[in-house]
């Protein structure tokens, strides 16, 4: 059965208003408005979800804090000793990042900050900071990685011993 000119052209101009106000409509796959303002509110269910929600962690700002210590994507925590006062006192700028770095690790686990530090990494350059004092640097842990290889190697040569053992038969 063909469809009238007439009936097309309708059908064509109702499916482009039907798509073009879903895509104007701000509606998420389960039918809820998005919650800009609490990135954890957020229905996570792609990676780029998690590092739009992840974004709006970081632009998360506090009025107690100078746009210096200020967490962004690069990582760094732009402290002194001298600053650790300021820093680490109650209700200053070392809570409201570690509240940053829970925001991030709620919407996305594995992220990485472009110096490769990861959140547990901020989390424990604050507390060793606050602690000890803070050098002007971030505290990069490498133990992952180190352990990644360490596995590859034992699983190679445990392939390797069981192929020199078997090929001998």
């Known amino acids: 059965m063909e469809i009238p000119a007439s009936n097309a052209t309708r059908l064509l101009c109702l499916y482009g208003f039907l798509m073009t106000s879903l895509l104007f409509s701000h509606i998420n796959a389960d039918g809820k408005i998005r919650q800009v303002t609490d990135p954890t509110g957020n229905v996570n269910l792609s990676p780029f979800q998690e590092w739009e929600s992840a974004y709006e962690c970081l632009q998360n700002t506090s009025q107690s804090c100078s746009v210096k210590y ?42 990485k900050f472009t110096n490769k530090a990861t959140v547990q990494d901020l989390n424990f350059t604050i507390t060793n900071g606050c602690d000890f004092g803070f050098n002007g640097t971030t505290f990069i842990s490498d133990a992952r990685r180190t352990s990644k290889r360490q596995i590859a190697i034992l699983i190679s040569n445990l392939a390797a011993l069981f192929l020199l053992t078997n090929l001998a038969d």
């Open 70 to 111: 200020t967490l962004t994507e690069a990582g760094w925590m732009n402290v002194t000793m001298a600053e650790k006062a300021d820093f680490c006192k109650s209700g200053g700028c070392g809570e409201h990042t570690k509240a940053v770095l829970t925001c991030i690790h709620l919407v996305k686990r594995d992220y």
